[in-house]
Structures are given as C-alpha cells and as structure tokens.
C-alpha cells in the first residue's frame, strides 16, 4: 500500500513544481506591450473599478443636469467626438457607449494615443478570456475579418475611413482603430521585439523620474504633443511657448476618501536655472499670506513680466480690457488668439470700449520694480460679501535690498493719480500706523519693511497682513491655494451682476448665461471639493509638482 502512496505523492510534488513558478509568475508591465512613438500613455490599477465610481458618482449626475455641459454638448470638440462615435459604431457594427466602456473595463488597462486628429489609439486591459468572450466585441466576431500575428488572432472590421480591431490573449483584450498598433502590440506580447514604447527615452526619462504609480497615471511624449496643431489650437491655457521647454511629462493621480492627490514631473529637454536654493524666499513672505483668504499664490524669483500685471490690477481690473484679435497669427505666434464663437456678440457697428489702462503712464511703477529686483512675490486675493461682493487684494514683494518707503510713494502716487484723478487732485497719502493709504476716489495702501513691500486695495487686508500669520503656503518654487467652497457662493453672487449689466438675460431658449449658469455650475458639480492647493519644485532639469484637492 505504502508504494502506490508514495508515487502518487511523487506525481504531486513534481506537478507542484512545474505549476507553481508559472502561477507565482509575475505578468509583464502593460507598458512593454505597446508599439513606439504615442502621443500619451495612459495607465489605470484597476479601470473597471474608476469607471464604477464614476457611473454610480453624483459628480456624474450634476453635471449631465448643469449647463456647463448643456455648452459643452454643443461644442466643436464635443461634436467632433459624436462623428468620431458615429464613426466608430459603422467600423464595430455597435455603438460604443458606457454600457460598453463598461463591459471592456478590466482590471490592470492601459491605453495609447497615437493621432488626435484621427483618434487612432490602442487599448489594452487585463480581463479572463471567459469575461472577454461575453463582451459585444467577441460576440459580433463574425462580423469583422480574421487575421494574425505572430501566431496570435485578431480581427478587423473596416467601415470608410474608420477601423475597428480588437484581440482576446493570455488573459488580455486588445482594442485598436489601427492595424498596425495591434499587430505589433500582438507581436509583443508573443515575444518578438518590435520597435516598443517602453524602450524609448521620453518614457523612460519620465517614470524613472517617477517610479511610485498611482491609481491613474498619464505619461506624455511632450516633444511630440506640443507639435501637434490640435494642442497649439485647443490647449485652454493657452502657454504653450512656456511648455516648448519640456519634452516629457508624468502625472500620477492618487485617491483617498479625504483627498486626491495628482504627483506631477515635467522634464527639460535643456536645463534651466536650479531654484531650489530660492524656495527660503517664499518662507520670507508666507507669513503676510491671511489664512482666510480664498485665493493665495507666491512665486520664487518671479519674471518681471510676472510682478507688473499684478501690480498693474490692483489699481485697474484689466480682465475686460483685452480683446481678442480677428486677424491670422503671425509666423512663430503660436499663442494668439484669433476670436471664437462667443464674437457673434459683439457688436461690429461701434467701436470697441477703450482700456482704462490704455491711458495710464506705467513707467514710474516700472522704474520702481527695475530697481529692486523681486527674489519672491505674493498674491493675496479674498471676497466679502455685504450689499455688494468685493474683492480685495494685495501683492507682497521680497525684493533683493530694502524697499525706499519715498520711492513706493512716489511711484504708486504717480500712477493713481494719472488713473484716479485730474491733475493729480486728492492724490495725497495719510499714514495710518505700519501703512499708508491713499486718500483719494481709489483705494490702495502700501507698507515698507525691510525688503517686503506690501500693496493692498484695503485696509483691513493689510493690517491682517501685517499681523504676520503662521503661514499658510510652504516653500517651494511656486506654490498656490484656494479654497473653492468658501468663495463658490461668493462668486457667483458677484458674477450675476455681469450676466445682468450684459443684457444677455433673452428668452427660454437662450445660452446658458456664461459666468452664473455655465461656469457656476460646474463649480457647484465640484461642490464636493473643499479647497486645492499646488506645490511646485524646479531643479533646473526636472519640475516637479504637487496638486492636492480636499474633499468634504
């Protein structure tokens, strides 16, 4: 009896071993399975598991029901991605919507743009082939054509200028609209060694930089997005000769229940300056930053053209000033704006209201900051509510020597008095403890002490100011936060006078008026985040920054 056992045990041990390595075997990075040279690479731990949250969000039922996306709905990108569905849908035999979205979510997917303009990507998630074989995909098979690839099928359905294509292997479903991402994703996977995007120097730059993944993490070829005329046209910051100094970029997207958490590295293609020996110098004037106010920013070593404008607001709003151009950009001004849909408003048989600031002569407030460098620079900006919303605000500039108190004076006398008065009548200063103020039709006062210069467009907020808080920004390179719950409400008191003094208001069938319906919703579809702050590091080579969003 014994020797039957003992062979039988012998069986199992050996099977035990042959089964085991393979079951303990780690499956290869999704990166490693995806052809070179996209666009972006965009990588979730578990998709299937995001794309629930957000299917059972209130996030997601706000803002169908807002008219924020009552205008987005009918956007030129908005309709672009309907023709592209429509599109899509003939190649596929079915309309991919949520439904479907849901049912190809794995676990471990990740997905690769390889074309904007003709949205050519490829998707890849990890899913048990009994999972992949119930989706509308492997259920319409016979609909699309078989081929293969090192070995491996994969079936294709052409419909006019649109490709569908997709795969079920090792656990893994492939979905492409071109041919040959899946054919070399394919080839990959059976292990023969096509060009990979794992291999080149943008992704690798990039996540050796960042080597701890997130929940979400989006990898750019930068180099190649920045080129693209889809970015320079649609890219809604509008900064794209600053990001011409980056060719590669990773952000990583951490959830919790309290907060997210979004890590992000931006690399250099040359080095710039390192300022990291200068992050002390937002220390200096962190401590002027009033914990209540809503929005706070500091930069260290701020360009010149950053310190002028804001001084230049405090004295004059020139939000309103700037219109847009309705001539072609020249060669190499990629940034200009050339006009938009919201023109057909403007009234074409009157002249366009002139400037305030157009009048006034800067160069006294110019010389003043020439002659003393800023090391760091602060924006304080809050609201309160009373009859009506105000707004104040004030600047705060570490300069490279002490400030001239007569100097300040003079300078910001000369400015209010060419933009508050005639002939510089009532544009005297009254000192009021550690500050001046003008007294006069504007109102903005000023504090010297030692290398801080403060300038504020109220009183209460420079004496707050002046109390020297805790601090409510760390040292960094730049370094921001708001606090969107507290000044939601405010904000969109204030922005319905505007609505209001536009004479939009029309009938029932009118646009959703821009500030109180359009962006006011949207503020109030996010209504869950409390408050968001960024911390930006610059080491010359690598920028490397830290967006927070508390939640409720």
Do not use: C
């Amino acid at each position: 009896m014994r020797r039957p056992i003992v062979i039988a045990a012998g069986v199992i041990a050996a099977g035990v071993a042959v089964l085991l390595p393979q079951a303990l075997q780690t499956p290869r990075p999704l990166a490693e399975l995806f052809p070179s040279s996209p666009l972006l690479y965009l990588e979730a731990k578990n998709f299937a598991g995001l794309v629930g949250d957000w299917n059972s969000s209130k996030v997601k039922t706000d803002w169908l029901a807002s008219s924020n996306y009552d205008v987005f709905s009918k956007s030129r990108l908005f309709l672009r991605l309907g023709e592209a569905q429509t599109e899509f849908a003939a190649a596929a035999g079915f309309t991919p919507d949520l439904s479907v979205v849901s049912a190809v979510a794995g676990s471990n997917s990740a997905l690769a743009l390889y074309d904007i303009g003709s949205l050519e990507f490829l998707y890849i998630t990890r899913m048990p082939q009994s999972k992949a074989f119930e989706t509308m995909l492997w259920q319409s098979r016979a609909k699309f054509q078989p081929r293969k690839s090192a070995g491996l099928d994969y079936y294709v359905r052409r419909q006019q200028s649109r490709l569908a294509a997709f795969a079920v292997t090792n656990d893994l479903l492939l979905i492409a609209t071109d041919e040959q991402a899946i054919a070399s994703a394919l080839a990959l996977i059976a292990g023969q060694s096509p060009p990979s995007m794992n291999r080149e120097d943008w992704y690798q730059r990039a996540t050796a930089a960042q080597t701890t993944a997130g929940d979400l993490r989006l990898v750019l070829n930068f180099d190649r997005v920045a080129r693209t005329p889809y970015f320079r046209s649609y890219w809604v910051q509008r900064n794209t000769r600053e990001l011409m100094q980056f060719n590669a970029a990773i952000a990583d997207l951490d959830q919790a229940p309290t907060e997210y958490r979004e890590r992000r590295k931006l690399l250099r293609g040359e080095a710039g300056p390192d300022l990291r020996a200068a992050e002390t110098n937002i220390a200096e004037l962190a401590r002027y930053a009033t914990a209540g106010a809503g929005l706070v920013r500091a930069w260290a070593k701020p360009a010149g053209a950053t310190v002028l404008p804001l001084m230049q607001a405090l004295v004059v709003r020139q939000g309103s000033e700037s219109q847009p151009s309705r001539v072609s950009p020249s060669i190499g001004n990629i940034d200009a704006a050339v006009g938009g849909e919201q023109d057909l408003e403007v009234r074409i048989d009157e002249p366009p209201v002139a400037g305030a600031s157009a009048a006034i002569d800067w160069a006294a407030l110019q010389s003043l900051l020439n002659a003393n460098a800023a090391d760091a620079l602060l924006q304080v900006e809050t609201s309160e509510a009373g009859d009506f919303v105000r707004l104040p605000s004030a600047v705060a500039i570490l300069g490279a020597k002490a400030w001239d108190a007569g100097a300040v004076r003079s300078a910001l006398g000369d400015v209010a008095a060419r933009a508050w008065t005639v002939s510089g009548a009532g544009a005297s200063w009254v000192q009021r403890g550690a500050y001046q103020t003008l007294d006069g039709l504007g109102r903005l006062s000023f504090a010297v002490s030692g290398r801080v210069l403060l300038v504020s467009t109220s009183e209460p907020l420079i004496t707050a100011m002046l109390a020297r808080n805790t601090g409510v920004l760390p040292p960094a390179a730049y370094s921001a936060r708001y606090l969107h719950a507290q000044e939601l409400p405010k904000y969109a008191r204030l922005t319905s006078m505007i609505d209001i003094a536009s004479g939009r208001m029309g009938g029932e069938r009118r646009e959703p008026l821009f500030f109180t319906e359009n962006i006011a919703s949207l503020g109030r579809t996010l209504e869950r985040v409390q408050s968001m702050s960024v911390e930006s590091h610059d080491d010359g080579g690598i920028v490397s920054q830290t967006a927070v969003y508390r939640l409720r």
